[in-house]
T-cell receptor, first 111, second 116 residues
Framework: SQTIHQWPATLVQPVGSPLSLECTVEGTSNPNLYWYRQAAGRGLQLLFYSVGIGQISSEVPQNLSASRPQDRQFILSSKKLLLSDSGFYLC??????????FGSGTRLTVV | GDSVTQMEGPVTLSEEAFLTINCTYTATGYPSLFWYVQYPGEGLQLLLKATKADDKGSNKGFEATYRKETTSFHLEKGSVQVSDSAVYFCALSEIGSGGGADGLTFGKGTHLIIQP
Protein backbone atom coordinates (compact mmCIF):
# COMPACT_ATOMS: atom_id res chain seq x y z
CA SER A 1 0.00 0.00 0.00
CA GLN A 2 1.03 3.57 -0.54
CA THR A 3 2.24 5.65 2.38
CA ILE A 4 3.52 9.17 2.71
CA HIS A 5 5.99 10.33 5.34
CA GLN A 6 6.62 13.90 6.34
CA TRP A 7 9.01 15.30 8.92
CA PRO A 8 9.60 16.90 11.27
CA ALA A 9 6.18 17.11 12.91
CA THR A 10 6.90 20.43 14.61
CA LEU A 11 9.60 23.02 14.14
CA VAL A 12 10.43 26.33 15.78
CA GLN A 13 12.90 28.42 13.84
CA PRO A 14 14.21 31.99 14.25
CA VAL A 15 13.65 34.62 11.60
CA GLY A 16 16.39 34.53 9.01
CA SER A 17 17.28 30.87 9.53
CA PRO A 18 17.11 28.26 6.74
CA LEU A 19 14.41 25.64 6.37
CA SER A 20 14.26 22.13 4.98
CA LEU A 21 11.13 19.98 5.17
CA GLU A 22 11.15 16.52 3.65
CA CYS A 23 8.43 14.33 2.26
CA THR A 24 8.78 10.80 0.92
CA VAL A 25 6.27 8.47 -0.66
CA GLU A 26 6.34 4.67 -0.66
CA GLY A 27 4.46 2.12 -2.70
CA THR A 28 4.06 4.09 -5.90
CA SER A 29 6.24 5.35 -8.72
CA ASN A 30 6.31 8.67 -10.53
CA PRO A 31 3.66 10.25 -8.31
CA ASN A 32 2.45 13.81 -8.65
CA LEU A 33 3.63 15.54 -5.48
CA TYR A 34 2.36 18.71 -3.83
CA TRP A 35 3.23 21.12 -1.02
CA TYR A 36 0.37 22.98 0.64
CA ARG A 37 0.40 25.54 3.43
CA GLN A 38 -2.34 26.18 5.94
CA ALA A 39 -1.87 29.51 7.65
CA ALA A 40 -3.71 30.34 10.86
CA GLY A 41 -7.34 31.23 10.14
CA ARG A 42 -6.95 30.62 6.45
CA GLY A 43 -7.56 27.77 4.08
CA LEU A 44 -5.09 25.54 2.32
CA GLN A 45 -2.94 27.08 -0.33
CA LEU A 46 -1.04 25.14 -2.98
CA LEU A 47 2.61 26.20 -2.96
CA PHE A 48 4.38 23.82 -5.33
CA TYR A 49 3.69 20.74 -7.38
CA SER A 50 5.88 18.30 -9.25
CA VAL A 51 5.11 15.78 -11.97
CA GLY A 52 8.57 14.25 -12.04
CA ILE A 53 12.20 14.40 -10.93
CA GLY A 54 13.55 17.92 -11.23
CA GLN A 55 10.20 19.28 -12.41
CA ILE A 56 8.84 21.91 -10.05
CA SER A 57 6.03 24.38 -10.62
CA SER A 58 5.28 27.22 -8.25
CA GLU A 59 1.78 28.50 -7.67
CA VAL A 60 2.57 31.41 -5.39
CA PRO A 61 5.62 33.71 -5.50
CA GLN A 62 7.23 33.60 -2.08
CA ASN A 63 10.23 33.07 0.09
CA LEU A 64 10.15 29.30 -0.39
CA SER A 65 11.48 26.84 -2.95
CA ALA A 66 10.97 23.15 -3.65
CA SER A 67 13.07 20.39 -5.11
CA ARG A 68 12.54 16.81 -6.19
CA PRO A 69 15.91 15.08 -6.21
CA GLN A 70 14.41 11.58 -6.40
CA ASP A 71 11.19 10.13 -7.77
CA ARG A 72 9.54 9.78 -4.37
CA GLN A 73 11.18 12.62 -2.47
CA PHE A 74 9.94 16.19 -2.30
CA ILE A 75 11.71 18.88 -0.30
CA LEU A 76 10.52 22.33 0.73
CA SER A 77 13.24 24.87 1.53
CA SER A 78 13.95 28.43 2.42
CA LYS A 79 17.24 30.28 2.70
CA LYS A 80 15.90 32.86 5.18
CA LEU A 81 12.63 32.39 7.01
CA LEU A 82 10.16 35.23 7.56
CA LEU A 83 7.56 35.51 10.31
CA SER A 84 4.90 35.14 7.63
CA ASP A 85 6.24 31.67 6.77
CA SER A 86 4.68 30.28 9.95
CA GLY A 87 1.97 27.73 9.29
CA PHE A 88 1.08 24.10 8.86
CA TYR A 89 2.80 22.54 5.84
CA LEU A 90 1.32 19.52 4.18
CA CYS A 91 2.79 17.25 1.55
CA UNK A 92 0.47 15.25 -0.69
CA UNK A 93 0.59 12.88 -3.61
CA UNK A 94 -2.02 11.73 -6.11
CA UNK A 95 -4.36 13.19 -8.67
CA UNK A 96 -7.85 13.04 -10.04
CA UNK A 97 -10.05 11.14 -10.08
CA UNK A 98 -8.73 8.87 -7.38
CA UNK A 99 -7.89 11.55 -4.89
CA UNK A 100 -4.98 12.79 -2.91
CA UNK A 101 -3.20 11.41 0.13
CA PHE A 102 -1.75 13.84 2.62
CA GLY A 103 1.12 13.51 5.04
CA SER A 104 0.68 14.24 8.72
CA GLY A 105 2.02 17.76 8.33
CA THR A 106 4.74 19.97 9.82
CA ARG A 107 3.78 22.80 12.12
CA LEU A 108 6.33 25.57 11.59
CA THR A 109 6.58 28.50 13.96
CA VAL A 110 8.97 31.28 13.02
CA VAL A 111 9.98 33.40 16.01
CA GLY B 1 -10.54 30.62 -11.86
CA ASP B 2 -11.86 27.73 -9.83
CA SER B 3 -13.13 28.33 -6.31
CA VAL B 4 -14.86 26.55 -3.44
CA THR B 5 -17.14 28.25 -0.92
CA GLN B 6 -18.19 26.66 2.34
CA MET B 7 -19.59 27.86 5.63
CA GLU B 8 -16.70 28.58 7.98
CA GLY B 9 -18.27 28.15 11.37
CA PRO B 10 -17.58 27.19 14.00
CA VAL B 11 -20.64 25.00 13.79
CA THR B 12 -21.68 23.70 17.21
CA LEU B 13 -24.13 20.82 17.51
CA SER B 14 -25.28 18.42 20.17
CA GLU B 15 -24.50 14.73 19.89
CA GLU B 16 -26.96 12.82 17.66
CA ALA B 17 -28.00 15.99 15.83
CA PHE B 18 -28.30 16.13 12.03
CA LEU B 19 -25.39 17.76 10.24
CA THR B 20 -25.26 19.70 7.00
CA ILE B 21 -22.20 21.60 5.84
CA ASN B 22 -22.84 23.49 2.65
CA CYS B 23 -20.31 23.59 -0.17
CA THR B 24 -20.65 25.24 -3.56
CA TYR B 25 -18.07 25.50 -6.28
CA THR B 26 -17.13 27.38 -9.40
CA ALA B 27 -15.25 25.52 -12.10
CA THR B 28 -14.62 25.98 -15.79
CA GLY B 29 -14.81 22.29 -16.62
CA TYR B 30 -15.97 19.08 -15.00
CA PRO B 31 -14.22 18.73 -11.66
CA SER B 32 -13.93 15.89 -9.20
CA LEU B 33 -15.21 16.82 -5.75
CA PHE B 34 -13.87 15.85 -2.34
CA TRP B 35 -14.46 16.24 1.36
CA TYR B 36 -11.42 16.07 3.63
CA VAL B 37 -11.38 15.99 7.43
CA GLN B 38 -8.65 17.32 9.69
CA TYR B 39 -8.64 16.19 13.31
CA PRO B 40 -6.79 18.40 15.83
CA GLY B 41 -3.05 18.44 15.25
CA GLU B 42 -3.22 16.04 12.31
CA GLY B 43 -3.00 16.15 8.54
CA LEU B 44 -5.90 15.83 6.13
CA GLN B 45 -7.76 12.58 5.55
CA LEU B 46 -9.97 11.91 2.59
CA LEU B 47 -13.52 11.49 3.83
CA LEU B 48 -15.36 10.94 0.57
CA LYS B 49 -15.35 11.88 -3.09
CA ALA B 50 -17.47 12.02 -6.22
CA THR B 51 -16.26 12.21 -9.79
CA LYS B 52 -19.40 12.83 -11.84
CA ALA B 53 -22.83 14.37 -11.59
CA ASP B 54 -25.31 12.63 -9.29
CA ASP B 55 -22.58 10.47 -7.76
CA LYS B 56 -22.97 10.05 -4.01
CA GLY B 57 -19.85 9.70 -1.94
CA SER B 58 -20.21 8.10 1.48
CA ASN B 59 -18.00 7.08 4.38
CA LYS B 60 -18.35 6.74 8.17
CA GLY B 61 -22.00 7.80 8.02
CA PHE B 62 -21.23 10.95 6.03
CA GLU B 63 -22.70 11.51 2.57
CA ALA B 64 -22.43 14.09 -0.18
CA THR B 65 -24.04 14.18 -3.62
CA TYR B 66 -22.45 15.84 -6.67
CA ARG B 67 -25.10 18.29 -7.89
CA LYS B 68 -24.01 19.78 -11.19
CA GLU B 69 -27.16 21.84 -11.67
CA THR B 70 -26.61 23.69 -8.39
CA THR B 71 -22.79 23.33 -8.39
CA SER B 72 -22.97 21.95 -4.88
CA PHE B 73 -21.52 19.11 -2.80
CA HIS B 74 -23.11 19.46 0.63
CA LEU B 75 -21.88 17.17 3.41
CA GLU B 76 -24.51 15.45 5.59
CA LYS B 77 -24.64 13.06 8.51
CA GLY B 78 -27.77 11.85 10.21
CA SER B 79 -26.45 11.57 13.77
CA VAL B 80 -23.15 13.16 14.75
CA GLN B 81 -20.85 12.00 17.53
CA VAL B 82 -18.36 13.85 19.71
CA SER B 83 -15.59 12.09 17.76
CA ASP B 84 -16.74 13.89 14.59
CA SER B 85 -15.40 17.17 15.98
CA ALA B 86 -12.86 18.35 13.42
CA VAL B 87 -12.33 20.77 10.55
CA TYR B 88 -13.97 19.72 7.28
CA PHE B 89 -12.68 20.91 3.91
CA CYS B 90 -14.54 20.81 0.64
CA ALA B 91 -12.27 20.67 -2.40
CA LEU B 92 -12.29 20.26 -6.14
CA SER B 93 -9.79 19.01 -8.63
CA GLU B 94 -9.71 19.93 -12.26
CA ILE B 95 -6.96 19.97 -14.84
CA GLY B 96 -5.31 23.33 -14.33
CA SER B 97 -7.10 23.90 -11.03
CA GLY B 98 -4.64 24.71 -8.28
CA GLY B 99 -1.82 23.74 -10.58
CA GLY B 100 -1.16 22.12 -13.93
CA ALA B 101 -0.83 18.74 -12.24
CA ASP B 102 -4.51 18.91 -11.29
CA GLY B 103 -3.97 19.88 -7.69
CA LEU B 104 -6.76 20.67 -5.29
CA THR B 105 -8.61 23.92 -4.75
CA PHE B 106 -9.90 24.03 -1.17
CA GLY B 107 -12.62 25.86 0.66
CA LYS B 108 -11.55 27.63 3.85
CA GLY B 109 -12.74 24.80 6.07
CA THR B 110 -15.62 24.42 8.53
CA HIS B 111 -14.81 23.89 12.18
CA LEU B 112 -17.34 21.44 13.63
CA ILE B 113 -17.78 21.10 17.39
CA ILE B 114 -19.98 18.35 18.76
CA GLN B 115 -21.03 18.66 22.38
CA PRO B 116 -22.04 15.65 24.48
Amino acid sequence: SQTIHQWPATLVQPVGSPLSLECTVEGTSNPNLYWYRQAAGRGLQLLFYSVGIGQISSEVPQNLSASRPQDRQFILSSKKLLLSDSGFYLCAWGGRPYGYTFGSGTRLTVV
Amino acid sequence: GDSVTQMEGPVTLSEEAFLTINCTYTATGYPSLFWYVQYPGEGLQLLLKATKADDKGSNKGFEATYRKETTSFHLEKGSVQVSDSAVYFCALSEIGSGGGADGLTFGKGTHLIIQP
